[in-house]
């Protein structure tokens, strides 16, 4: 898995999405972006990717589309609606735009049984000469923990109760996606 941190301009969202999906097709790899403010850090997006993935291999999926599956575990929602949240959105966005050519692609190993991480190499270089792409930088290295406790209803009294990170509360609201379905 590889992310693009960046910052977005996006005039026409179906327009984007569709070039997200041209270029995952192009080089065998599952894109799917998300507004940085909803995501904890690498390790929560890590974790939604290795859930989805056991959901589809267990023929558990709720969504027919992988990035869609891995969008359900990252929000840790099975409301495909509610999940969208998290995704980017027409205007000015700070965003992380995962590649990944594991798991169920269609095309496991990548295009034409090939490396996946030169697959995902190649994605993330396509992404990066995209017209909405503005800049590219950090956008996971500071947490909103505003905005991840309100979308994923982390109350304070639960982290006063606990020592674990914010993140690792956000992958056990992930986590618990699994137990709740």
């Known amino acids: 898995m ?3 941190e960046c910052s977005l301009s996006i005039d026409d969202l179906d327009a984007f999405v569709a070039d997200l999906g041209e270029i995952g097709e192009r080089h065998g790899v599952t ?43 990252a929000a840790g929602r099975r409301q495909i609606d509610r999940a969208l949240e998290m995704g ?16 169920s692609t269609g095309n496991e190993g990548g295009r034409d049984g090939g490396d996946a991480e030169a ?37 304070d009294a639960e982290r006063g109760a606990t020592d674990a990170s914010l993140s690792a509360l956000v992958r056990e609201r992930v986590a618990l996606l699994e137990v709740e379905k």
């Open 2 to 4: 590889e992310l693009l």
């Open 31 to 73: 894109v799917q972006a998300f507004d940085a403010r909803y995501v904890a850090d690498r390790a929560h997006l890590e974790r939604a990717v290795e859930l989805a993935d056991r959901a589809v291999a267990r023929g558990e999926n709720v969504a027919r589309d992988r990035a869609v599956e891995i969008l359900l575990y």
């Open 88 to 103: 980017v959105d027409e205007g000015e966005n700070r965003a992380v735009i995962l590649v990944d050519g594991g798991g």
């Open 119 to 155: 697959d995902e190499t190649a994605a993330l270089e396509d992404l990066a000469d995209l017209e909405a792409v503005v800049a590219t930088g950090p956008t996971l290295a500071e947490a909103d923990e505003e905005t991840l406790c309100s979308y994923f209803e982390i109350t």
